[in-house]
């Protein structure tokens, strides 16, 4: 029997605040243990959490980059469990009044992976095992993440990867969060269930928690899926549980048993008071919005005339797609400044860590200005990426590395003289070219390109030599 | 009714262990908090909001940054620590 997946995920995402949800300790990351803390986050009794009006202002505008309803009056809850990570033991959330309802992300072939709701909520302390005990640093405690809950639209792995990777262009274009999933501002729970291929009933599932990394990801699922088959083919029911993906062993396992599944006994909490999300909020949130990706992607392949591929290349990280902007500003060769960018300044980026940072010593001015000379006419397009190189290289702009010789051409006199050099050198090259082999003279007009290290106008030099190789 | 099982339930969720003979005290304890808190919901009040009786909305907090805590008053309270960690040992 033919299986398919059905599959729903829950993301969180660090909201990019510079201070935690209920306290104005630094969300910043990296720092020493419990150096980013205070009686709020470690949840000392007697102290009042006073919400972060940021963190409600980033969940909106996520809510509206995701085509959701914005609740006009919603609230915080407690979630109760015992565990070490939670010093309060409970966890603020929100959970029957979420700030977003009802959005959907688009994937490119235009299906549409539906979202249940966004709602605000606080991260956990970080725990290290070690020798049998526990240690724990409350740094992370309480820094303000969303959770974005799909409904369960996703069919293959393939669109599970895109539904993560089309969110994570989405708030990082508005601002919201860098989400990189390697320092945890994005982690998903993976809801995996199969069916047979055409029926419409949904199966079992289970939970994958925490998956950190694509790759991780997309192998969890596989495996899950495969194992949920396996049990189904030889008979057996899948046992709906939350399971751990095992990195070493590439397995998932289960976590813990049916008899204690989780009772959370939410409750609203009372020391917060209601959020209500009026009309001119919405409205002033959605005037700071930046065109979102979808937009900007079509756009650049309309305005500019760029390939849907480097188009999507341009577009991931928004500093990329703004330095393009900047670089192609009136030029008429827009396809090159994406062609500067794609190739030689790609070339040095060689990591996702390096182009997320995209620290280039050429300025988007400095390459706006090449290109400038380029349009007119004043340098050929193959003296435009070996000055790029120079560019690259010391951080000067091109005037430094092109003299006036170079700016001003080879004139008709000259150019003639150079082609004339260039035939007596390559006679083997002028004489295949008399007997019909009209290809020669490509050698003969690369030694007259070299010969003038790229300034003359190829077009103007092959027109010379087929004159000269001609008689 | 609050039963045995609810008591071992809500103990188990709490991490707490009870031991057989105190079940029933436990019991009949918390059937009796549960009455206590009834007499509240047998009050007559206009009011239907009871999760905001103060009419309250919207109490935000800037997002601007203030120093935290020292890390020695924050371990302060700690049973034990380690590193600057917090440390939770092991039960034997």
Redesign the interface.
Known sequence: MNYELVCGLETHVELA???KIFC???TEFGA????????VC?G?PGTLP???????EYAVTAGLATHCEINPDA?MDRK???Y?DLPKAYQISEYDQPLCRNGYVELASGKKIRLTRIHIEEDAGKL?HER???????NRGGVPLIEIVSEPDIRSIGEAAEYVEQLQAIMRYIGVSDCKMQEGSLRCDVNVSVRPQGSDRLGTRTEIKNMNSFSHMTKAIQYEMDRQIDLLESGEDVVQETRRYNEETGCTEGMRGKE?AN?Y?YF?DPD?????VTDDMVAALKAKMPEGPQKRLARFQTEYGLPEADARLLIDRRRIADYFEAAAKGTKNPRTVANCILGPIFSRLDSDAAKDEFRVSVSPENLNALVGLLDAGKIRKNLVKSTLEKMLDTGKPAAAFLSEKDLAGVNPDDLRKICEQAAADNPNAVKDYRGGKEKALKAVLGAVMKMTRGRANPQEAEKILTQIMKA | MVTHEDVLKIANLAKLSVAPEELDGLTKDMNEIIAFADTVSAASADVSDFDNINGLSNVFREDVPVPSYRREDILKNAESSEDGYFLVRRRR
């Open positions: 605040t510079k201070t104005s300790c630094t020493e243990p419990n150096t980013h803390c205070c009686p470690i000392l006073k919400l972060n009006k940021a963190v409600v609230k109760n469990y015992v070490p290290v049998g005990n526990t240690l724990i640093d409350y204690d009772d006994r609203r917060l008071v209601a959020i209500r």
